[in-house]
């Protein structure tokens, strides 16, 4: 029996949204405000069916996850969440062509997120959205979050090139002096001028290529580890938000394979590469490729001793929403611990950031 | 199934739930959510099996069956519930999702309309 209080439930993956992106004109220059504009496309990747829950109603029927009292009653309260991380809904931020639009939107979406979103609830942290289009101009932009403990890690969902390649290493080297870790989150690489998520054709049902969306992050995986991106920037972590995760025994595996033939190729490595990926690779439990014995995937997960690499999300508001009380069924209870509260700490640095700890008061 | 006469018998005026409609009603801790398509009343229980979902939130309309590779056939017009969630489908005639039935089949009640009445029998 244990003296300490309950833990608290971290939710890695919340959307908020715009109603419209002119809710962004009070953040942008009035000639900025009129060239706005967010690139549709991608519709190979758009659930035909609805990209949002059908439940959730907000006043004035306005856009799911752009409402905050309704995403506060709806989930937040509802599931008794302690701390919920705001992944603004941009997906296709990435995928603008016009460099200096995309960075003034980005910059404009994160002082929309801490002047309407931040205030309203103690229990919402964000993403700093950026541009990976000039990862230059997007270290700036994470530098100029520096003083704001509630932002808590750099955001983007999509990157115009392999995420180990070094035109993205600016990004890094900002969220490795402020200690964050870089979340990719599924969803950008439809849109815009990105180019897609398979090499060798499209897919030509919603069925396909929702899980084609998962692909690139294996190719991401393994060009960071090739290209010494854990070895230069030892203080950040990357989270690969709703990519699944039951393909990582395979890229561990695999990885530590070709590293004994080909290890002259990447002599900066200082470990296998499978450590590397067990210290500074992180994965939303969203969506979890789930058998019909979910034992079966704690199983395949403890044969790469993966239960500290995991953060719970919900990915409220979209319709492949998994909830708090049931995603983690027929998980053991010290991985849910871990799941939900402790490696969450670990990764966003809770405790130096908010000053709260991880337990509950207990009840004496 | 519970015999005629152990059934709670639930009522309410059948004018609350015309045609496309769907009304929730309680019975102790459990919620049923029951659908009006064109006159065919269902009844099913307001919680999805995958994870618990309220499924009267879902679409209803009809889906495709199975057919030969690349080809469709529509079906079941008016019978299926989609869930609000993550989409499956489960007929309203017999609670069963038409991916492994068995496996995720929510419960269904009996429901008719009584003179002026709806009545669900739980």
Known sequence: ?????????????????????????????KREMERAYLPSGGGRSTNPRGVMRKDVITPEGKPAGSVPETMIEGHIDRYGIDLALLNPGVLSLGGIPFTDLAVSLARATNDWTAAEWLPVDDRFIASIAIAPQDPVAAAAEIRRHADNPRMVQVGMTSA????????????????????????????????????????????????????GMCIPAIYHVISLVAEGVFVKFPDTYI???EFGLAWLPFVMWRLDMEYRASRIDVPWLTEMPSEHLRKHLRFSTQPLETPEDPRKLVTLLELVEAEEMLLFASDYPHWDFDSPELALKGFPADWKRKIMC??????????????????????? | ????????????????????????????????????????????????????????????????????????RDGLEGRILRCPWHSYEFDLDNGRCLVEGERFRVATYEVKRESEEIAVYV
């Not at chain 1, 209080?5 to 004109?25: C, F, R, T, W």
């Not at chain 1, 900002?174 to 060798?200: C, F, Q, R, S």
């Not at chain 2, 009006?36 to 009343?41: A, D, I, T």
């Open chain 1, 160 to 211: 115009p090139v392999l995420m180990g390649d070094r035109f993205m290493h600016p990004i890094y080297e900002a969220a490795n002096e402020l200690k964050m870790p870089i979340n990719l989150h599924v969803g950008g690489a439809t849109k815009g001028v990105n180019l897609g998520d398979y090499p060798v054709g499209q897919g030509a049902t919603f069925f396909e290529t929702h899980i």
């Open chain 1, 342 to 364: 402790d490696n969450a700490f670990e990764v966003y640095r809770l405790e130096q950031r908010l000053g709260i700890g991880r337990r509950q008061p207990a009840l004496v």
């Open chain 1, 239 to 241: 989270v690969l938000n």
């Open chain 2, 1 to 72: 199934m519970a015999r005629t006469s152990e059934r709670k018998r639930i009522s309410f005026p059948a004018a609350e739930l015309p045609s496309g409609g769907r009304k929730v009603i309680v019975s102790g801790r459990r919620e049923i959510a029951i659908f009006n398509v064109e006159g065919n009343l269902y009844a099913v229980k307001n919680r999805c099996p995958h994870q618990q979902a309220p499924l009267a939130a879902g679409a209803v309309g009809g889906t495709r069956l199975a057919s030969d590779v690349g080809t469709y």
């Open chain 1, 1 to 29: 029996m244990t003296t300490e209080g309950n833990p608290l439930l971290i939710d890695v993956d919340v959307h908020h949204q715009y109603e419209s992106i002119k809710d962004l004109a009070p953040y942008l220059s």
